[in-house]
């Protein structure tokens, strides 16, 4: 358990620091319109799926409510998508145009003003080719495809028109018409199918409570009603992949019961957990809808992503974020709930581990812009989910640490019982933050949390940490005089200090203000070599030379996952560079090089991953580095180097990824290019063999379809 940390900031920093707060909060608000215009309270939305064509026919009547006096209505339609009418609810056809400078917006104009508060209906009418990345929304990702075996309509792809995304809600009814092979499955409670001529059906969904509702999977899935521990829940997947789908209802059912004793119940508990197609994103959540990719879809390796999901429930849809500059509030605590569900589920070293993961996701990107300025960041990019996810997580897990735990879960229950079905800013929780932490004061001295959030949501930049220091004998034992060194000015923290002795460990907790903060430690025992730690419990996010080693190590995984070899391999031997004989960074090259068919450089990088001791994390190297050299080997006809390679491995006794099964595969008959998993003839990555189910990574990505030991859950593929 974490403990309240005492400290105490200088009144200058602190001045400096609550300033920088208020000029980022400005800068924000700069960035949102001051008068949205209309904002759509009720969709009625007809869609024709044509699986042949890729595309769409859709008529969408919107309810709509004046912001404020005007009579131009604008709203988000996918840029792909031509509209040919707009008509007003008696049928008058109005002016419309795409915006000029950005064809994501269609401006509609009025016969007349609208006063603030006044409702018009509007009924667009619009068809268009939805089947790949081309002019989406979200940057190179796919978010919405229509395809002849599936489709998928992502809200973050406008399919239908938008306002004020992504913190509008809404009440609707979908009514999406489809071949009579598809089933469908999404937001809103759904009746059996209605049959249409031509062998279609047409399936209706209603979404009577408001919410950020209009995301939807179709194709060939099968539904599998279940229930855990009273709360149903609905797996939709294909026939051949619905045997794990109790699987699924019960890593639900545990994240529901969870979450709802730290926020507070949600107002409907049933579930629907659906399996995404190949080509978009790894995973999504939508009101009551869990959204999984099929290389995902395993309920162990994908618990903590589920987890993350259920509490998305909360922080995502009962809880939205007021503009993209705010989803800090939503994602970033959504992705810290996978360490408390872990915490609660696995112990506290699980919980631990994952948060170990979100430190290095978040010095993967750091740099790319601060929290608070997120509506820099495409949404699912690399950047994105290395500064709000994961540095995100990794600032609520060190307010967490600043607060103590019985503050910290009581702030998240305020936060989500206040702002439910409600939009909420970044300045929202740190007020409310600020209050419940002076509420527990009383006047006492304390955490300055307002300069804490400053430091944190409006700046780049990690510190690492040094220390100088002389230790003098004394009477009573030895003292320590010395100073915690690190590189960032206006850096200001409580942090932990333990001297490992002879005799007891001794703690000290150190004001940190700028480059240099001096400490003087008493000790009864000698100090050990080596044995002064900086922050030894890990409540802060810092660079390391372990950490940012690791961190190039996963920018490399996520390059080689979308093929780009070439540029992985620098990331690995950067990772070199930064810990020389780092053996994950040695074996990651080494199966860059494997792909590429660069053998003799791929047998180099795996002798070198086995030269070093791997951490325990990373011991499963030496299995797949033995498996890989030996299908090396088996490649180039040496088959006796190959067999020996194989017996090595199994001399292991290491089954990470199936790696015993497929070394005893190897030693019965010979690996070649026609293996499954083996590469193809154009040396892209396989894509036959599954990957395992342990141990899950979080957010690192899995590099090759084939055994691996890193899982990720929120990587788009595109």
Not at 70 to 95: C, F, M, Q, W, Y
Not at 246 to 271: E, H, K, N, W
Request: glycine residues 8%; hydrophobic residues 40%; charged residues 20%.
């Amino acid at each position: 358990m974490l403990c309240r940390r005492s400290r105490s900031f200088s009144k200058k920093s602190t001045l400096f620091l609550a300033a920088a707060l208020v000029c980022g909060a400005h800068n924000l608000q700069a960035q949102v319109p001051r008068s949205l215009g209309f904002l759509a309270e009720h969709y009625d939305v007809t869609a024709t799926l044509d699986a042949n064509g890729q595309s769409i026919n859709a008529i969408a009547k919107i309810d709509f409510r004046a912001t404020d006096v005007t009579g131009n209505v604008r709203v988000e339609l996918h840029p792909n998508l031509n509209v040919t009418s707009v008509k007003t609810a008696d049928g008058k056809a109005i002016n419309y145009e795409r915006d000029s400078t950005n064809p994501l917006y269609v401006l509609a104009t009025l016969p007349t003003p609208v006063a603030a508060g006044g409702h018009v209906t509007l009924v667009y009418t619009y068809v268009g080719l939805l089947a790949n990345e081309e002019n989406s929304p979200v940057p190179g990702v796919r978010a919405a495809s229509i395809t002849h075996e599936y489709a998928y309509l992502l809200l973050p792809a406008r399919w239908f028109p938008l306002t004020n995304y992504p913190a509008n809600r809404y009440t609707a009814t979908f009514r999406l018409n489809v071949p009579d092979n598809f089933a469908a499955a999404g937001s809103g409670k759904s009746a059996a199918p209605t049959p249409l001529a031509g062998g279609r059906l047409l399936y209706t969904f209603d979404c009577k409570d408001p919410g950020p509702h209009g995301s939807y999977v179709a194709g060939n899935l099968q539904l599998n009603p279940k229930q855990a521990e009273g709360i149903n829940v609905a797996v939709f997947a294909p026939r051949s992949d619905s045997d794990n789908a109790q699987g699924f209802a019960d890593d639900v059912a545990r994240a529901v019961t969870l979450f709802s004793d730290y926020f507070g119940d949600l107002p409907d508990t049933d579930m629907t957990v659906i399996q995404l197609p190949d080509g978009t994103v790894r995973d999504f959540a939508a009101p009551g809808v869990l959204m999984l990719n099929r290389r995902l879809w395993e309920p162990k390796s994908a618990e903590r992503t589920i987890a993350r999901l259920v509490a998305a429930q909360w922080f995502g849809n009962s809880v939205l974020p007021a503009s993209s500059a705010d989803v800090w509030v939503t994602d970033g605590l959504s992705r810290y709930c996978e360490a408390l569900y872990a915490e609660q589920s696995a112990g506290k070293e699980a919980g631990l581990r994952a948060v170990d993961e979100f430190a290095v996701g978040a010095l993967m990107y750091d740099d790319a812009a601060p929290i608070a300025q997120s509506a820099r960041l495409v949404p699912y990019s690399s950047d994105y989910r290395s500064v709000v996810l994961n540095k995100g997580a990794m600032v609520f897990h060190m307010l967490r640490a600043e607060m103590g735990d019985a503050p910290f879960k009581a702030l998240l229950h305020q936060f989500a019982t206040k702002y439910a079905g409600k939009a909420a800013r970044i300045d929202d929780f740190v007020n409310l933050a600020d209050q419940e932490e002076q509420s527990i004061l009383k006047g006492a001295s304390g955490p300055n949390l307002r300069g804490f959030f400053a430091q944190w949501l409006n700046s780049t930049g990690v510190p690492d940490f040094t220390t100088e220091f002389v230790v003098y004998r004394t009477p009573k034992g030895f003292r320590i005089v010395g100073k915690i060194k690190q590189p960032i000015d206006t850096f200001s923290m409580p942090v932990e200090l333990r001297i490992d002795t002879e005799g007891n460990p001794e703690l000290k907790m150190v004001d940190v203000l700028g480059l240099e903060s001096p400490f003087v430690v008493e000790t009864f025992g000698r100090p050990k070599p080596g044995g002064i730690k900086v922050d030894p419990n890990n409540l802060i996010l810092k660079g390391s030379v372990a950490l940012r080693a690791r961190a190039a190590i996963a920018r490399g995984e996520e390059l080689a996952e979308q093929g780009r070899y070439y540029d992985a391999i620098g990331q690995y031997q950067r990772a070199l560079s930064i810990q020389p004989g780092r053996p994950l960074a040695n074996f990651r090259m080494g199966e860059a090089f494997f792909y590429q068919k660069n053998y003799q450089a791929a047998a180099n990088s795996f002798r070198e991953s086995l030269q070093a001791v791997p951490e325990p994390s990373e011991k499963w190297t030496e299995v797949w580095s033995h498996i890989y050299l030996g299908e090396v080997f088996d490649i180039l006809g040496q088959r006796e180097r190959a067999v020996n390679e194989y017996s090595k491995a199994k001399q292991t006794n290491d089954n990470t990824g199936g790696a015993q099964d497929r070394a005893e595969g190897f030693l019965k008959k010979p690996y070649s290019d026609a293996t499954p998993g083996a590469v193809s003839a154009k040396g892209d990555a396989p894509a036959s063999t599954p990957a395992p189910a342990a141990p899950p990574a979080g957010d690192r990505p899995t590099l090759i379809k084939r055994p691996n030991p890193w899982v990720s859950g929120s990587v788009p593929e595109n």
